[in-house]
């Protein structure tokens, strides 16, 4: 079992930064592939980041540019750095993992078999 903890949302101006975290619990979650994603209230849940192996990470569209997504094995954890913040940025963020695959090979929700129970970060002045 993987049980993945998220910390580090909040209510943030637009413009601004914020870094959230997934604290995993077993050690070989440096090993597959892990990912972040959000989901705003009524919207479905979307990627955002995901992160490899090889700690090759690779984002949507809608982020790439602002967010940063990196790892640190030796405290088994998962960041997600979000910059230049925007309202739309609004949602409930979620790490989650898939344990049998280095590859990150799929960007649905459905792929991945770990999550965490998510933090929120509110954009707004």
């Known amino acids: 079992t993987q049980d993945l903890v998220e910390s580090g949302g909040g209510s943030v101006e637009p413009g601004k930064s914020i870094v959230l975290s997934c604290r995993a619990s077993e050690r070989d979650a440096a090993s597959y592939c892990m990912g972040w994603f959000r989901q705003a209230p009524g919207k479905e849940r979307e990627g955002v980041a995901h992160?490899?192996?090889?700690?090759?990470?690779t984002y949507a569209d809608s982020v790439k540019g602002r967010f940063t997504m990196s790892r640190d094995n030796a405290k088994n954890t998962l960041y997600l750095r979000l910059n230049s913040l925007k309202p739309e940025d609004t949602a409930m963020y979620y790490c989650a993992a898939q344990t049998v695959s280095p590859s990150c090979r799929d960007w649905s929700p459905s792929w991945y078999n770990y999550w965490g129970q998510g933090t929120q970060v509110t954009v707004s002045s």
């Open positions: 992160i490899d192996g090889a700690n090759v990470a």
